[in-house]
């Protein structure tokens, strides 16, 4: 048994931090203890004991969109091609482990090529890689020649031939089907601001996952492809940018509304690169992204924190540089960190697990120097980390 004390901690359910708190983690890697330092019970003469000073407790960051596949590097999709399976697997091993030194304890695979994210799902599973628990999604669903189309996941149009490939990924052991609902921006020739698949075929391709008991990923960038998503079942929106057939910001408040009613979460995929592309998109496209966002949360639509890490120049280990963009969006610090914690873990269904600090959950945690629920800010470096009780980063306890 272990009891881990710091200066203040924030517990991911949105509710305010406290000061001067005890952390009992206990010998299954459980939460035991979760509370002010007073009142913490007797404990027994052999529990170790780690004092992290002044630093602040939070839960193992999730990050909801990820893609190991990619090197983060100028062009990942060239690098790739060039790559075959048994490289790219060790590769993507390297990637989770960076990412979990980072503070990332629990990441969503949002598609890699075949079936190598499954595999390195069950390497660190099995304790053969060190990285953060992985929930997959196999080789996105996508049209021929479409966004993502060298991951694999190719398929016909129309509702069969839609469902007969999510039944294919199911079968592959996916926790997630995947399904480009629209174009995307590193695919030469897909266009970002169209539909790849209407809301019969999305339809098909969410029921077919919902009766496996398991759930379905819209990327869906285009406003259109965003409403279709919703209205077929999807259960999470990815990227959720909300482009018109111009390719500026077409918020549509009528489907954010039945995205709060029905609770599916968007994953905005806020990144360090935003500023840069805002200067790329012209001036106003930053303000305008953030407004969404900002407009999204207001409306009761749950946030799930993702940074799309693996496209050009995002690195696996950069989450904080993205979580601050939540605040810019008008999200509280709290309520920021929130997102990347208890909302994603609700997100993936895993929030009887992990997400937050709570007696009976899963021992993962960081800590930061300062006081992230005043400025987000404060997240960076991360000093310590624990996955499931075991310290990955950081001071041993005595």
């Given at each position: 048994?272990?009891v881990?004390?710091?200066?203040?901690?924030i517990?991911?359910?949105?509710?305010?931090?406290?000061?001067?708190p005890?952390?009992?983690v206990d010998?299954?890697g459980?939460l035991?203890y979760?509370?002010?330092?007073?009142?913490?019970?007797?404990l027994?003469?052999?529990?170790?004991?780690?004092d992290?000073?002044?630093?602040?407790?939070l839960p193992?960051i999730?990050?909801?969109?990820?893609?190991?596949?990619?090197?983060?590097?100028?062009?990942?999709?060239?690098?790739?091609?060039?790559?075959?399976?048994?490289?790219?697997?060790?590769a993507?091993?390297?990637?989770?482990t960076?990412?979990?030194?980072?503070?990332?304890?629990?990441?969503?695979d949002?598609?890699?090529?075949?079936?190598?994210a499954q595999?390195?799902?069950?390497?660190?599973?099995?304790?053969?890689?060190?990285?953060?628990r992985?929930?997959?999604?196999?080789?996105?669903?996508?049209?021929?020649?479409?966004?993502?189309?060298y991951?694999?996941?190719?398929?016909?149009?129309?509702?069969?031939?839609?469902?007969?490939?999510?039944?294919?990924?199911?079968?592959?052991?996916v926790?997630?089907?995947?399904?480009?609902?629209?174009?995307g921006?590193?695919?030469?020739?897909s266009?970002?601001?169209?539909?790849?698949f209407?809301?019969?075929?999305?339809?098909?391709?969410?029921?077919a996952?919902?009766?496996?008991?398991?759930?379905?990923a819209?990327?869906?960038?285009?406003?259109a492809?965003?409403?279709?998503?919703?209205a077929?079942?999807?259960?999470?929106?990815?990227?959720?940018t909300?482009?018109?057939?111009?390719?500026?910001i077409?918020?549509?408040p009528?489907?954010a509304?039945?995205m709060?009613?029905?609770?599916?979460?968007?994953?905005?995929?806020t990144?360090?690169r935003?500023?840069?592309?805002?200067?790329?998109?012209?001036?106003?496209?930053?303000?305008?992204?953030?407004?969404?966002?900002?407009?999204?949360h207001?409306?009761?639509v749950?946030?799930?924190?993702?940074?799309?890490?693996g496209?050009?120049?995002?690195?696996?280990?950069?989450?904080?540089?993205?979580?601050?963009?939540?605040?810019?969006a008008?999200?509280?610090?709290v309520?920021?960190?929130?997102?990347?914690?208890?909302?994603?873990?609700?997100?993936l269904?895993?929030?009887?697990?992990?997400?937050?600090?709570t007696?009976?959950?899963r021992?993962?945690?960081?800590?930061?120097?300062?006081?992230?629920?005043?400025?987000?800010?404060?997240?960076?470096p991360?000093?310590w980390?624990?996955?499931?009780?075991t310290?990955r980063?950081?001071e041993?306890?005595?």
């Amino acid at each position: 048994m272990l009891v881990v004390v710091a200066r203040r901690l924030i517990d991911g359910t949105g509710g305010r931090p406290l000061d001067w708190p005890a952390v009992v983690v206990d010998d299954a890697g459980r939460l035991a203890y979760v509370g002010p330092r007073l009142t913490l019970p007797p404990l027994p003469p052999t529990t170790r004991r780690l004092d992290l000073g002044g630093l602040t407790l939070l839960p193992g960051i999730i990050d909801a969109h990820v893609h190991l596949v990619f090197d983060g590097g100028p062009d990942p999709v060239g690098a790739l091609a060039t790559q075959d399976d048994a490289t790219l697997l060790r590769a993507m091993a390297e990637r989770a482990t960076r990412m979990l030194c980072s503070g990332v304890t629990t990441a969503r695979d949002c598609g890699a090529r075949g079936a190598l994210a499954q595999q390195l799902q069950r390497a660190i599973a099995s304790g053969a890689v060190c990285g953060p628990r992985l929930i997959v999604s196999g080789a996105p669903l996508t049209t021929p020649n479409g966004h993502c189309h060298y991951l694999g996941g190719v398929t016909g149009r129309g509702v069969a031939a839609v469902r007969a490939a999510a039944l294919r990924q199911l079968a592959a052991g996916v926790d997630w089907v995947k399904l480009m609902v629209s174009g995307g921006r590193i695919t030469p020739g897909s266009d970002a601001t169209r539909l790849q698949f209407d809301e019969p075929e999305v339809r098909a391709a969410a029921d077919a996952a919902h009766a496996a008991g398991r759930r379905l990923a819209a990327h869906a960038h285009a406003t259109a492809s965003i409403a279709a998503a919703v209205a077929a079942g999807a259960d999470s929106i990815e990227h959720c940018t909300w482009l018109g057939p111009d390719d500026t910001i077409a918020y549509d408040p009528a489907v954010a509304a039945q995205m709060a009613e029905r609770s599916i979460y968007a994953c905005p995929t806020t990144h360090l690169r935003f500023r840069e592309v805002n200067s790329r998109r012209g001036a106003g496209w930053l303000e305008a992204r953030l407004t969404t966002i900002g407009r999204m949360h207001a409306a009761g639509v749950p946030i799930a924190f993702g940074t799309d890490c693996g496209i050009p120049h995002v690195p696996h280990d950069r989450w904080a540089e993205g979580i601050v963009w939540l605040e810019h969006a008008g999200l509280s610090p709290v309520a920021a960190l929130h997102a990347a914690t208890g909302a994603a873990a609700r997100c993936l269904g895993l929030s009887t697990e992990v997400g937050t600090l709570t007696v009976g959950k899963r021992a993962d945690l960081i800590a930061v120097e300062g006081d992230p629920a005043r400025t987000l800010a404060a997240l960076g470096p991360v000093r310590w980390v624990m996955q499931g009780g075991t310290i990955r980063v950081g001071e041993r306890a005595a």
